[in-house]
């Protein structure tokens, strides 16, 4: 069976070898299982007589099914490309330029999941820390020189984004969907 004929790319799209995909595809099904492995151990509360329907691990859960469901897809996709008769190409400088900026943004993720929430600062205190900073580093790191100023401004409005952003996601937790955020 012969793949179909990719469409025709629009300006600026770079298309992604059918390896690439290849390893995404095994990247989303793996945080897929870790997922749901995380959600089927968490607490259920059967001693507060909670409905099952409402459980604290049911969305994730889902969540988790629904990754590996669509990494199972996407490495289907990409077997049926011609993932494994291809050999591995070495990155390219725009490859390895978008490949450091994934790895900025986990370790920004897990700074802040790791370091900040949960240790005595605050919900709000923590988020917008870690909204400021993201927005910041990753403003830094863009590939215009323009972009990459942080001037006053810059500084101000990404302040203003990380502190309405947390103050928002408290309030829709703690009001809306009754959970106490740490």
């Not at 500084?155 to 408290?170: E, F």
Request: with cysteine; charged share 15%; proline share 7%.
């Amino acid at each position: 069976m012969q793949p179909a004929t990719p469409a025709p790319e629009a300006e600026g799209d770079v298309h992604k070898p059918p390896r690439a995909d290849l390893h995404d595809a095994l990247g989303w099904i793996a945080l897929g299982v870790a997922v749901l492995v995380g959600s089927l151990t968490m607490d259920r509360l059967e001693q507060q007589h909670i409905n099952p329907y409402t459980v604290p691990g049911l969305l994730p859960g889902l969540l988790g099914i629904a990754m590996i469901l669509l990494g199972g897809v996407l490495w289907v996709r990409s077997w049926r490309r011609g993932a494994h008769e291809q050999a591995h190409q070495p990155a390219n400088a725009l490859q390895r330029e978008q490949q450091r900026r994934v790895w900025v943004v986990i370790a920004l993720c897990v700074g802040y999941s790791v370091v900040l929430v949960g240790h005595g600062i605050p919900f709000w205190l923590s988020s917008t820390l870690y909204v400021t900073a993201s927005i910041l580093i990753l403003q830094r790191m863009s590939r215009d020189p323009e972009e990459r100023r942080l001037t006053p401004r810059t500084w101000g409005k990404a302040l203003l984004i990380g502190a309405v952003s947390s103050v928002l996601t408290h309030v829709v937790f703690q009001e809306l969907f009754l959970v106490r955020l740490p």
